[in-house]
């Protein structure tokens, strides 16, 4: 899987591929990344890629032709790149969304910055637009990272051990069961008994129980709907 950065700060993704898991599948040759700045492809005197709104308003907005450029070089290099725009203002990206997008062959990320991209770039190049959540960030990087990251873990091999894909949180509508490490007692205060005991059918129930009373706990949504499709396929 090939992941497109297009950004003007690709310094500030650069790093996170540079140690653990997926700077170990960048080598391994199952993702690599690569980086394209909108400004190489100002028109402009001094390479903008800003100018104020339209019809008034505060800030800057990155305006049309520079993005525009950029994207259309990069769906002539490859015309099977799917292009994502990261925006607040979008649907929120979702686990099903992350294993759905790890069958694409190449993806490109848009960042914004300022008071975001031009509407007419996001209607005429995107595929789709995410948000990571309801808040604003300085720009699209981090989101991007976050998309970026989901995504590639549900990549074939990228995880030294998928097993542990199939019980995460929001594989199913449950949250996933407390963890535990070694040592069985620490700072006086231990792991739950069951664990210890090496009877499976008991510790599954007791993990089970667990998650359902995290999920009432931290999002009693999810539990409602967990219920719903086991009284379903009774
Ligand atoms: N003026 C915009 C608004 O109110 O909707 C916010 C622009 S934000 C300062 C600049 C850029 O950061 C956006 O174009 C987008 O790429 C990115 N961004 C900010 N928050 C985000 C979020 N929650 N999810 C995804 N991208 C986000």
Redesign the pocket.
């Known amino acids: 899987m090939k992941f497109t950065f297009v950004t003007l700060f690709a310094n500030l993704v650069e790093g996170y591929f540079q140690d653990s898991i997926l700077s170990r599948a960048i080598e391994k040759g199952l993702i690599c990344v690569e980086y394209l700045n909108p400004r190489d492809f100002s028109n402009s005197k001094h390479a903008k890629v800003d100018d104020t709104a339209v019809g008034g308003g505060a800030?800057m907005v990155m305006n049309p032709q520079p993005l525009y450029d950029a994207l259309k070089f990069l769906k002539q290099s490859d015309k099977n790149v799917h292009i994502i725009?990261?925006?607040?203002?979008?649907k929120p990206f979702r686990q099903n969304d992350a294993k759905r997008l790890a069958n694409k062959s190449h993806i490109a990320f848009v960042?914004?910055?300022?008071?975001?991209?031009d509407e007419r770039v996001v209607e005429e190049f995107a595929d789709e637009v995410?948000?990571?959540?309801?808040?604003?960030?300085?720009?699209?990087e981090l989101?991007s990272l976050v998309l970026c990251d989901a995504i590639s873990r549900n990549i074939e091999a990228v995880l030294g051990n998928s097993e542990s894909l199939d019980v995460e949180s929001f594989e199913t509508h449950l949250l996933e069961a407390p963890s535990f490490s070694k040592p069985q007692n620490y700072e006086q205060k231990s792991v739950p008994s069951e664990y210890l005991k090496g009877n499976h059918s008991k510790i599954r129930s007791l993990k089970l129980a667990l998650s359902e009373c995290k999920t009432k706990f931290f999002r009693p949504e999810q539990l409602l709907k967990h219920r719903t499709r086991k009284s379903y396929e009774k």
């Open positions: 800030g725009f990261l925006t607040p203002v979008a960042s914004g910055r300022y008071e975001g991209i995410f948000s990571i959540g309801d808040y604003i960030l300085t720009g699209g989101a």
